[in-house]
């Protein structure tokens, strides 16, 4: 009798349990309001943050995504042709491809991290043959049997770990659309920079030509001279020497040129003729300049800088991350269920019946998995240290670039003026000389160097525009694709280059 009134006790402890699992459950259930993880703060220093562009909206993003709005802000440098050129680099780039693969692949992502959090649903269909052994040396009919139906199951998401997947992967999704503005400006860019060193060298180009066109001539007459027995021998050799040291010039330079021209041709995918005519038909000035002048660059630009914003995404996600992480360590609940109908048939006898369940509720608790989730943890944290350490120095690369350009522009416009006194002025020298020498009062080792003082000056004020047209291009990246003040612009500069350019402090309000 003590025996077997000791053996319900087990029993009794089993149902006990049964009974109150549903509420601990409930319970797990009720943690998952807490946030699995904190955000670990940051310690950016003022002098180098910046606000954030808010999530899910691109109008942070340079010209809000719009090619148009790109064609626009490049069409106040009033010439058509380098709009005209950008505009088919960034239909021809394999970077701009590049960057929309990694956005399809995103979305992907986060479709299926979505998805995650959704019950699943299975058609299932079988049908089975088979024959009982026989009975009393029967053979047995064959039985037939058909099913058909559906199977369902969701883990419940308690604790935000497949949400806080999901919402990482949309971080990450407005990430890589943001380095595909990245990707446009970049090709914008480098297709501005070809384009003004083409301008640059046919500059250069024409000085050459010029220079050995006037040294050409002094040779002609220094043979004159020299068979007329009023020069020796040796000043029409040195003569022919400078027209042939001019000539080379002339020739490397028209190389560089081509040089160009075929990068042009592999930026934008043009037919090389076409593109030619159409540098011949549009020549440019680099001495007109139409962009505004820029007195300082506020800071809350550098948020619509593509890298800063996704940075700025990537610490997001990254910080999700590690509420996934934690919440794997978690209890999971999973609920399943089923419906079914299936026909059985025996020779003429055919049965057919429906059947369906709701459940197992399974509650899975984890034990020991061998600090597996813990390391887990700690790698995500280690990702978010670092997603946020790329993010300041991202930030800090920003003010760096932006402070180089308007450096840069400060000084191309201070030069400016001095460049042109020098030019003109040894253009002035050299026409003095050249008359000196025509008429015999000096030697021609002294016209030569000052040609090639005047050449160097006149060289000096073409790399100086080239230089100057560098510095907005780099301004432009710097700045994330250029940038619209609040106010009306003011009207287009044209030749006032050496208007003081102040560079700004950036620093976040």
């Known amino acids: 009798m003590k025996r077997s009134e000791r053996q319900p006790q087990p029993s009794r402890r089993l149902n006990l349990w049964l009974r109150l699992w549903p509420l601990g459950a409930l319970w797990l259930a009720g943690c998952a309001v807490e946030a699995p993880f904190a955000p670990v703060a940051v310690a950016i220093p003022p002098a180098w943050q910046a606000p954030l562009p808010a999530a ?31 505009m088919a680099a960034e239909a021809a780039s394999p970077s701009i491809v590049s960057a929309l693969s990694n956005i399809e692949q995103a979305r992907a992502s986060r479709v299926a991290s979505g ?5 699943t649903l299975d058609a299932v269909g079988s049908v089975t043959r088979s024959r009982p052994p026989p009975v009393s040396r029967t053979i047995s009919p064959i039985t037939t049997t058909r099913e058909a139906g559906l199977q369902s199951s969701w883990e419940i998401d308690l604790f935000g770990q497949y949400a806080a997947s999901r919402d990482a992967d949309q971080q990450r999704l ?6 595909w503005h990245a990707a446009r400006v970049s090709v914008a860019a480098e297709v501005a920079n070809q384009y003004y060193s083409l301008r640059a060298c046919e500059k250069l180009l024409a000085v050459a030509r010029a220079d050995a066109a006037s040294r050409e001539e002094t040779s002609r007459l220094a043979e004159l001279s020299t068979q007329a027995g009023f020069q020796a021998p040796a000043t029409a050799a040195l003569a022919r020497a400078s027209a042939a040291e001019g000539r080379g010039n002339a020739i490397q330079q028209r190389t560089l040129c081509d040089l160009d021209v075929k990068a042009l041709v592999a930026l934008t995918a043009m037919a090389e003729t076409d593109l030619r005519q159409k540098l011949a038909q549009a020549p440019a000035d680099l001495a007109q300049e139409s962009p505004a002048p820029v007195v300082s660059v506020p800071a809350e630009v550098l948020a619509q800088r593509p890298d800063i914003f996704n940075a700025a995404r990537e610490v997001d996600a990254a910080h999700l991350e590690v509420g996934s992480a934690r919440a794997e360590r978690y209890p999971r609940l999973n609920l399943s269920g089923s419906i079914a109908t299936a026909e059985s048939k025996t020779g003429h006898f055919s049965q057919r019946f429906d059947t369906w369940s709701v459940g197992p509720l399974q509650l899975t608790i984890p034990l020991f998995d061998g600090g597996a989730s813990e390391a887990n943890v700690e790698a995500a944290k280690a990702r978010y240290e670092n997603a946020a350490a790329q993010y300041r120095g991202s930030v800090r690369q920003a003010v760096r670039e932006v402070e180089e350009a308007l450096v840069n522009l400060q000084s191309t416009a201070e030069r400016n003026q001095d460049a042109m006194v020098a030019a003109e002025g040894y253009l002035a020298s050299f026409t003095a000389t050249q008359a000196r020498y025509a008429s015999g009062l000096i030697s021609l080792v002294e016209l030569e160097d000052v040609r090639r003082t005047l050449l160097a000056a006149q060289s000096a004020v073409v790399n100086l525009q080239r230089e100057r047209r560098s510095a907005w291009v780099a301004l432009y990246r710097a ?25 700004a402090l950036l620093t976040a309000p």
């Open 56 to 86: 899910g909206t691109t109008a942070a993003l340079p010209h809000r995504g719009s090619l148009a709005s790109l064609a626009q802000w490049w069409q106040q440098q009033n010439d058509p042709l380098l709009v005209e050129l950008i």
């Open 174 to 179: 407005e990430g890589s659309q943001a380095l």
């Open 115 to 119: 998805a995650a959090m959704l019950p």
């Open 479 to 503: 700045l994330g694709g250029g940038w619209t003040a609040a106010s009306p612009p003011p009207p287009p500069m044209t030749s006032d280059v050496s208007a003081p350019i102040t560079p």
